[in-house]
């Protein structure tokens, strides 16, 4: 089955610097990637996703890139400001069949230093 | 538009009691999904419901149970409790064609 890989599990930022997360899939058959931003006691939200027809997607300071060759993606968000501080996960999943499968990596705790 | 709402919020139990969890889908939404999230870890599919069934399940043993309802709304149910179902629960709707989820705010339960 699918396996999921993120890292780092821990990125400390200056505010206004950039930050990266990167992931890794084993599935070739996925087709969905979204990336889900948690704060402390509150559910996953999504704040962006990728489809494997698309390179690379934006929204204004975030954006995700996809390298389905290597399998891997990628969230990159610019600027940052405090309130980007929270855990964020990747994941993938084959949106032929059952979509709500997600296969979640472990998180990524972002700490943005005012 | 309302989204994603899940009862209890929080939850005691004591090993070997059964538990019933709630959720109510975003409306217009017709599909939900449940996972469980460990503490430090990333949420773990467990099933997903659509049109009243179950639409493919993860790696979690028959005393995890769900049901849907016609209004789309939906329940876990989990028998025999053990102290490793200690977990935030949540739930997460999605109109069926678009695989986006969208989740509630969990319901923490810890079993004694």
């Known amino acids: 089955g699918e396996n999921v890989e993120q890292h780092p599990s821990t990125l400390s930022v200056q505010e206004g610097d950039s930050a990266v997360i990167k992931c890794t899939y084993s599935d070739s058959a996925s087709n969905y990637f979204p990336w889900y931003k948690q704060e402390l006691g509150k559910g996953p939200q999504l704040i962006i996703d990728?489809?494997?027809?698309?390179g690379e997607k934006k929204d204004q300071r975030i954006a995700v890139t996809l390298n389905k060759t290597a399998k891997h993606f990628s969230l990159h968000i610019t600027e940052t400001q405090p309130e980007d501080s929270a855990v964020y996960f990747c994941?993938?999943?084959?949106?032929?069949?059952?979509?709500?499968?997600?296969?979640f990596g472990k998180g990524t705790k972002l700490s943005v230093k005012p | 538009e309302t989204g994603v709402t899940q009862s209890p919020t929080h939850l005691i139990k004591t090993r070997g009691q059964q538990v019933t969890l709630r959720c109510s889908s975003q409306s217009g939404h017709n599909t939900v999904s449940w996972y469980q999230q460990a503490l430090g870890q990333g949420p773990q599919f467990i099933f997903q419901y659509y049109r009243e069934e179950e639409n493919g399940r993860g790696n979690f043993p028959p005393r995890f149970s769900g049901l849907q309802f016609p209004n789309y709304s939906s329940e876990l149910n989990v028998n025999a409790l053990e102290l490793d179902d200690s977990a935030l629960y949540l739930c997460a709707s999605s109109f069926s064609h678009t695989g986006e989820l969208f989740f509630g705010e969990g319901s923490r339960l810890t079993v004694l």
């Open positions: 990728i489809r494997s027809n698309v």
């Open positions: 994941a993938a999943s084959t949106m032929g069949g059952s979509q709500g499968n997600l296969i």
